[in-house]
């Protein structure tokens, strides 16, 4: 399964910015949609944002407004820019390769899970 690597992360104030990086291997990902997903102390996996190989996107509610999320084929990485940080955003994030089955807006996991890379947002 393809496994993405990200990276980015670190400490930022609330109100700060982070640009997170998913860099994925071979030649597969100008045709693989792309979910961020992340992971708070204590907390479930959350979907945060996708993109589809068409550049389609979707936001959890949580992120609309803050978070976007893009990709450059060219350069095979797909990115998580996050704006106006708050505490509640602290958590590990992750990118993963996702699909979606016909009618269902919920995409499926369908690469193997990264190390994920740490945000924490001091108040």
């Known amino acids: 399964q393809v496994q993405l690597v990200e990276s980015g992360g670190g400490l930022v104030q609330a109100g700060g910015s982070l640009r997170l990086s998913c860099a994925a291997p071979?030649?597969?990902?100008?045709?693989?949609?792309i979910g961020w997903y992340r992971q708070a102390p204590g907390k479930q996996r959350e979907l945060v944002a996708t993109i589809s190989s068409g550049g389609n996107t979707n936001y959890a509610d949580s992120v609309k407004g803050r978070f976007t999320i893009s990709r450059d084929n060219a350069e095979k990485t797909a990115y998580l820019q996050m704006n106006t940080l708050t505490p509640e955003d602290t958590a590990v994030y992750y990118c993963?390769?996702?699909?979606?089955?016909?009618?269902?807006?919920?995409?499926?996991?369908?690469?193997?899970w990264g190390l994920g890379t740490q945000v924490t947002v001091s108040s």
């Open positions: 993963v390769k996702v699909v979606w089955r016909p009618g269902i807006a919920i995409p499926l996991v369908a690469g193997s």
């Open positions: 071979g030649d597969i990902f100008m045709i693989t949609g």
